[in-house]
């Protein structure tokens, strides 16, 4: 059942966003007033150290940047009308909801783990791609699957075989070698 505050707050929610994570770097495009009537768009790039209050309406992302030396962190409330949008730059890798540690890390403690957002989108569309793909294939015999696995591990072993041989090939050569230059230089040394 829908309260009265739920149905009051879902038509400001905003459904435009992209799935912001702590650790993504993102760029925030706030509308600031300037002057008589008149707004502009103010660009804050930085790094997401964390999300707070869910997906509601009360929902803000901390965004840190490093202006002339100096830690600046602003804290948007991800809803809100003076959001133009909010871009996604960089995908961090990080292992923590709360980055509050980066306040005070510094050179290489300091950095993440990133991915371009564009390996990002297509590792999202690759596993769709594959997602769809499983949907559509029919289910073939378990007897099938079987035999091909044993054939692929038949395939392996050979390949493993054929490698040592060819290790054991080579180390006798450089045996051989190796004893051919000693019997050069006792040569020489007689």
Do not use: C, W
Request: proline share 4%; net charge positive; charged share 50%.
């Amino acid at each position: 059942m829908i309260t009265k505050l739920e149905a009051f707050m879902k038509p400001q929610l905003r459904d435009d966003l992209p799935d912001i994570r702590p650790g993504d770097t993102v760029r925030v495009f706030q509308r600031i007033p300037a002057g008589k009537g008149k707004e502009k768009i103010q660009i804050f790039e930085g790094l997401v150290l964390l999300r707070k209050h869910g997906k509601g309406i009360n929902a803000t992302i901390t965004v840190r940047k490093v202006i002339s030396s100096v830690g600046v962190e602003k804290i948007f409330p991800v809803h809100s009308p003076n959001i133009e949008k909010i871009e996604l730059v960089k995908r961090g890798k990080v292992r923590r909801a709360k980055l509050y540690y980066l306040r005070t890390a510094k050179g290489r403690k300091a950095r993440l783990k990133r991915k371009e957002i564009k390996e990002v989108i297509v590792d999202e569309k690759v596993k769709e791609k594959e997602i769809k793909e499983e949907v559509k294939k029919p289910e073939e015999k378990p007897e099938k699957k079987l035999e091909e696995k044993k054939e692929e591990k038949a395939e392996e072993k050979t390949e493993e075989a054929e490698k040592l041989e060819e290790k054991k090939e080579e180390k006798t050569e450089e045996k051989v070698e190796e004893v051919e230059k000693e019997k050069e230089v006792v040569k020489k040394s007689e």
